[in-house]
């Protein structure tokens, strides 16, 4: 069959790019419509959470995670579903992530669609960082929102959860089960909602918000591969990242978020390594952050503590397993850097949580 596909040119470029702290709202659409199943005003509930009901007219629109956050805490008590959250993610899938979905879609196989949507996300997402764990015999792909006090984070935590396992499973196709999924949020009273959605072994309390499945599914070839399109996509979005790049300082901070994330070495967050990712030499790297105000140090000192915040707050690891996991020596080196962040140390900050 003869497929005519349009000149580069015509494909827009011209991604909207996304500012820290914030996503596309296209994943956030179907809420006023699931408000509405519950009886309730959609436009005096977004009104509530400070927001525009006229934002989920367009997918392309910006939202600041923690405005979305908020909504999805608002919704899920005013509609007395504790599992809102959830049940919007239901509703979402590739598609939402809009060209990083269509490239997906294009790819030879499930392992490009998934990296590459890993790669990628942060045109669609700079509230939060995938990660994408690959052993011999299972994928665990994540989903870990850095920024610290984030409103309704177990909401947050369960669609995005949903919305990946939808992902996973479209590209897997016919067959595909998880091995388990992992909730950082504490278990809900009615685990119901996820038991019949996943089907499968559910962890709550978990160190990470994941889906767990076999390495096997990642040789499937993709039904929808498409080798001329999913080149020219790749040069839309390849585009758009080098555009995002200008600002050195936004990205150094997702790349440093990135690598603390997915578990460290204690070269991988060195000066060194870190030029090396973004083509430059240490001393330049040096130079061109002094001459924007700040300094490596500083920014691997704010990534580190926006982690293990978040660490703290969403999981129950112990304070000695964050502090390996953060590369420091032990963990009286991380309560001392802790306490000189935040005034205090590591377990007072967690007690003066407020309960889930």
């Given amino acids: 069959m003869q497929v005519d596909y349009a000149p580069l040119s015509y494909m827009s470029s011209d991604l909207p790019l996304v500012m820290e702290g914030s996503l ?32 989920f007219d367009d997918p392309e629109q910006g939202i600041p995670l923690a405005a979305a956050g908020r909504l999805l805490a608002l919704a899920a008590e005013r509609s007395g579903c504790p599992s809102f959250g959830h049940r919007l993610g239901e509703q979402v899938g590739l598609d939402a992530l809009g060209r990083i979905g269509q490239l997906a879609k294009s790819a030879p196989d499930v392992s490009t669609a998934l990296h590459q949507v890993v790669l990628y996300l942060h045109l669609h997402d700079r509230g939060a960082v995938p990660a994408l764990w690959i052993s011999a015999d299972r994928v665990v792909m994540a989903y870990v929102v850095y920024q610290a006090e984030v409103p309704g984070i177990e ?22 089960e998880p091995i388990e999924v992992r909730l950082s949020r504490p278990r809900p009273a009615d685990v119901e909602p996820y038991r019949r959605f996943y089907r499968s072994r559910i962890s709550f309390g978990a160190e990470h918000s994941a889906v767990v499945f076999s390495a096997d599914w990642l040789k499937r070839p993709l039904d929808g591969a498409d080798g001329v399109l999913h080149k020219q996509l790749l040069q839309i979005i390849e585009f758009a990242d080098v555009r995002g790049e200008e600002n050195l300082v936004a990205n150094l901070r997702r790349v440093i978020r990135c690598i603390l994330v997915q578990g460290v070495a204690p070269e991988d967050t060195s000066l060194a390594h870190i030029a090396r990712l973004f083509s430059l030499h240490r001393r330049t790297l040096n130079r061109r952050l002094q001459s924007l105000g700040t300094t490596f140090k500083t920014l691997i000192d704010e990534a580190r503590y926006d982690v293990a915040r978040q660490l703290l707050r969403d999981t129950s690891l112990p304070v000695v397993d964050i502090a390996a996991s953060l590369d420091y020596a032990d ?26």
């Fill in 24 to 55: 596309r709202i296209a994943p956030f659409l179907q809420v006023p419509n699931l408000l509405v199943e519950f009886g309730l005003d959609p436009a005096s509930i977004t009104a509530e959470a400070g927001l525009d009901i006229g934002l």
């Fill in 155 to 176: 909401h947050i935590y369960d669609g995005a959860v949903a919305i990946t396992f939808n992902i996973v499973k479209l590209l897997c196709g016919a067959g595909f």
């Fill in 331 to 356: 963990a009286a080196a991380f309560s001392r850097a802790f306490k000189r962040w935040s005034g205090v140390s590591p377990g007072a900050w967690r007690r003066s949580l407020p309960p889930p």
